[in-house]
């Protein structure tokens, strides 16, 4: 059974930092491109960062320069780290692995790590 764990979240000022984890268990997720989302109260979800397998990454514009997402293949386990952090930044952050083998897509999501900036 496949299952993805997030981890790291927390309270933390605006400016300051905090690391997710996005732990795998059941495969391997050096073969998925791996994403995370964000969802803030009455907000629909929104793509914050991807890495795929060969570690290309891809970042939305709002959080550019700002947040790193990357992966240790030797700890199955994909990171985003958030720099700068802003109110707006408030939201539930969610690991979503996804791979398509022919016609058949493999996707697994997490249960959320909830992640609050505010002074």
């Known amino acids: 059974q496949v299952q993805l764990v997030e981890s790291g979240g927390g309270l933390v000022q605006p400016g300051g930092s905090l690391r997710l984890s996005c732990a795998a268990s059941?495969?391997?997720?050096?073969?998925?491109?791996v994403g995370w989302y964000r969802q803030a109260p009455g907000k629909q979800r929104e793509l914050v960062a991807v890495?795929?397998?060969?570690?290309?990454?891809n970042y939305a514009d709002s959080v550019k320069g700002r947040f790193t997402i990357s992966r240790d293949n030797t700890k199955n386990t994909v990171y985003l780290e958030m720099n700068s952090l802003k109110p707006e930044d408030t939201a539930g952050y969610y690991c979503?692995?996804?791979?398509?083998?022919?016609?058949?897509?493999?996707?697994?999501w997490g249960q959320g790590t909830q992640v609050i900036v505010s002074s």
């Open positions: 059941g495969t391997i997720l050096s073969i998925y491109t």
């Open positions: 890495i795929t397998t060969d570690g290309s990454t």
């Open positions: 979503n692995a996804n791979r398509r083998v022919l016609a058949k897509k493999y996707e697994y």
